[in-house]
């Protein structure tokens, strides 16, 4: 009869262990599986919207700028007169374009306060009599 209740008692602990498993397999998929496919669907379309001029960085960390995009290549310059070809899932990337430059001489600034330079009088009388005495 003891060896009756305990397989008895068994079947709860496999319905736990079963339920222990889904969970643990929901946590994996939630922690790592799905955001490994957003990263890649990133990558992906960060990837095809690639064009020529656009400054990237590829997974070596080689900079470059985007000469031309074919099907599976993308074409680098990397230095002036230097052209690479490198497959467009090594291109990790691409750089912000850089702002374009504004002529200081040009802008008037009207927000900065106008500080008025007061002289500094300095009385030489009273120095040059300790000197005297």
């Known amino acids: 009869m003891v060896h009756a209740a305990a397989a008895g008692g068994s079947g709860?602990?496999?319905?736990?262990?079963?339920?222990?498993?889904l969970?643990?397999?929901g946590v994996v998929y939630f922690l790592m599986?799905?955001?490994?496919q957003k990263r890649r669907r990133e990558a992906q379309s960060m990837q095809s919207a690639l064009g020529p001029g656009?400054?990237?960085?590829?997974?070596?960390?080689?900079?470059?700028?985007v000469v031309s995009i074919d099907d599976d290549v993308a074409t680098l310059e990397v230095a002036p007169g230097v052209v690479v070809k490198f497959a467009r899932p090594a291109i990790a990337r691409v750089l912000p374009k850089p702002e374009p430059?504004?002529?200081t001489d040009?802008?008037?600034?009207?927000?900065?306060?106008?500080?008025?330079?007061?002289?500094?009088?300095?009385?030489?009388?009273?120095?040059?009599?300790?000197?005297?005495?």
């Open 12 to 21: 709860g602990s496999g319905f736990t262990t079963i339920l222990f498993l």
């Open 23 to 25: 969970l643990l397999f």
């Open 101 to 103: 430059v504004v002529d």
């Open 33 to 36: 599986i799905r955001p490994q």
């Open 106 to 133: 040009e802008v008037l600034v009207e927000d900065e306060p106008v500080i008025e330079e007061h002289p500094v009088i300095v009385d030489d009388t009273t120095a040059d009599k300790s000197k005297k005495d």
């Open 54 to 65: 656009d400054q990237i960085v590829t997974i070596g960390g080689l900079h470059g700028t």
